[in-house]
């Protein structure tokens, strides 16, 4: 075999399949990533439109996630090439079943193909016969750098930080600019100067979906599942402080909280309503249990969940009782939300920013007290803080009435659903964007 030409551990072999088509064959680790090339795919197809979503895909975050999801799609279309920013590698595909990485491996040889090509010009000319989507964060810092140019360059922004006064000046380069809700959309016209497409994001349907409990949990406890990485606008706090209460009158109650992420150093220190604030251990790492049960919850009482890639999230889900999500801001929908939604899960969601456009039709249980946030480290206009109270009362609500569970859980799901909140249909609505 022979080194492939990436930032990866991954290699080729090129051998004929009597005389119908060249096989290529990709591994990671001991996994077998790429399918056959045109034997399974029938001839080359030169003609594909090639798009480069600048940014990383992976199965541990929001952005990779994002990327991995459209890829997966664009992978077998006929009429596009996905390209992303950075090389895929083993540990971007962690968990992901062989079917998956079989029908996905053609590209992403092509993929990291083109990319190493287009890093080692370093002037980006391979880039402008291409559509591009770079992507930006707070204060429109790149998901992914550097930025690239092409024949259309697309901005694609999630920005909590309502500082954006120089959005204009540094979006002067794209042509257009993209988000994923409603409330981000408000903001970037206002701003930008530029038109702006919003295209919700969503689920994977076919491994998000309602199910029976598995019962490897004790059945008489009540699980309450949360999600997303330790920070200031994810409320962290808000959802300790009410569970605290409410736990102290069910002991039956456990917490289950998915919060690590790869950037672990960017919670330390997280306080927020709290006496304590987050620390590492000895080890580097986020000492979670110590900063739940010094801030007052039994550890008799808490699940704390390593990091977990998104394709074994759902057989968690599925085993919850119910799920807290109360952010201070989403700039686009909430996906723990909606995950647990599509499973079936009742969630508890603050009603504020992007998260507005997951709420309807009694969905879920929406808060709707949201004070007002100040903070002097970033613009929070339009943020909104749920109540303690009333997430206690909507744990309370959940806890005691079974059948309301069900109601709200089964709503939402069918939601999901009903509204096309998925990753093929969104996935669908990108292209149909980017090609007109």
């Known amino acids: ?98 079917l998956r990485m079989f029908a996905m491996g053609p590209a992403v040889i092509k993929s990291n193909t083109f990319l190493a090509g287009l890093i080692a010009d370093k002037t980006g000319a391979a880039a402008k016969d291409i559509i591009v989507v770079n992507g930006f964060g707070n204060r429109f810092g790149a998901a992914a750098a550097p930025h690239f140019k092409g024949r259309r360059t697309i901005a694609r922004c999630v920005l909590e930080d309502t500082r954006v006064d120089n959005a204009r000046q540094l979006l002067a380069s794209h042509d257009d600019v993209l988000c994923a809700s409603s409330w981000s959309a408000d903001i970037l016209r206002a701003t930008s100067g530029k038109p702006v497409t919003m295209i919700y994001e969503g689920i994977d349907s076919s491994q998000f979906f309602p199910g029976p409990k598995s019962g490897v949990l004790d059945p008489s406890k009540f699980y309450v599942f949360s999600g997303g990485k330790i920070e200031f606008r994810k409320g962290h706090d808000l959802v300790l402080l009410a569970f605290r209460e409410f736990a102290a009158r069910h002991k039956e109650a456990v917490l289950v909280a998915a919060w690590h992420s790869p950037w672990p150093k960017g919670s330390v220190g997280f306080q927020g309503k709290l006496k304590s604030p987050l620390r590492m251990d000895a080890r580097g790492v986020l000492d979670v249990k110590r900063w739940v049960t010094e801030n007052g919850v039994d550890e008799r009482q808490f699940l704390e969940l390593p990091p977990t890639p998104n394709p074994l999230i759902p057989s968690i889900l599925r085993e919850m009782d119910c799920a807290v999500q109360v952010s201070r801001c989403e700039a686009a929908t909430n996906l723990p939300a909606k995950e647990a939604m599509a499973c079936g899960i009742p969630v508890i969601l603050a009603n504020n920013t992007g998260a507005r456009d997951l709420v309807g039709n009694k969905n879920c249980v929406a808060l ?69």
């Open 1 to 98: 075999m022979r080194e492939f030409p990436v930032e990866t551990s991954i290699h080729t072999r090129q051998d004929t399949l009597k005389g119908y088509a060249r096989k290529n064959t990709c591994f990671v680790g001991e996994t077998i990533l790429i399918s056959y090339d045109k034997f399974f795919f029938g001839l080359e197809k030169s003609m594909h439109k090639k798009i480069m979503l600048n940014w990383q895909a992976n199965n541990y975050f929001g952005w990779g996630l994002l990327g991995l999801n459209i890829f997966q799609r664009w992978a077998v279309d006929p009429d596009v090439q996905p390209l992303m920013g950075r090389p895929i590698g083993p540990a971007d595909v962690q968990a992901m079943d062989p």
């Open 368 to 436: 709707s007290a949201q004070a007002p946030v100040a903070s002097n480290s970033v613009g929070t206009e339009g943020w909104g803080e749920s109540s303690v109270e009333e997430i206690v009362a909507a744990l309370e609500m959940l806890f005691t009435d079974s059948e309301f569970r069900k109601k709200i859980g089964a709503r939402g799901a069918q939601w999901i659903m009903d509204e096309g909140r998925t990753w093929g249909h969104h996935a669908a609505a990108l292209k149909s964007y980017l090609l007109t």
